[in-house]
């Protein structure tokens, strides 16, 4: 299994970053596809999930200024971040989003032990 990030960054204050995941070496679509983030000294948080029928969820933080995408025939999720803020900053991580706790997975919090993950791009927002 792999999942390897793409896209992360130095982008000042308002501007746009796009991250790319590809996954390999499992059943791409049988998964809810995720992106979480760690600030250094924080625990992970979930950014955005997307179901393999392409419904969409964000962390209020993101609302209407990141967009998570997927492609089911290439094996591929994306995030799109504008108006991005400082408080962005972080390691972003594309992640399958944990079975076990079915459609409310994003109501608990991440953990590497659970799940496929990659191995994380960093995104630092910065003038």
């Known amino acids: 299994v792999q999942l390897v990030e793409s896209g992360g960054g130095l982008a000042q204050p308002g501007g746009s970053l796009r991250l790319s995941c590809a996954a390999s070496?499992?059943?791409?679509?049988?998964?809810?596809m995720a992106w979480a983030r760690q600030v250094p000294g924080k625990g992970l948080e979930w950014v955005s999930g997307?179901?393999?029928?392409?419904?969409?969820i964000y962390t209020d933080s993101v609302k209407g200024r990141f967009t998570i995408s997927r492609d089911n025939a290439k094996n591929t999720v994306d995030l799109q971040m504008g108006s991005l803020k400082v408080e962005d900053t972080a390691v972003y991580y594309c992640?399958?989003?944990?079975?076990?706790?079915?459609?409310?997975?994003?109501?608990?919090?991440?953990?590497?032990?659970?799940?496929?993950w990659g191995q994380g791009t960093q995104v630092t927002v910065s003038s």
């Open positions: 992640a399958t989003a944990p079975l076990r706790y079915g459609s409310d997975w994003y109501t608990r919090l991440p953990s590497m032990d659970i799940g496929f």
């Open positions: 070496g499992f059943t791409f679509t049988s998964y809810t």
């Open positions: 997307i179901r393999s029928d392409h419904r969409t």
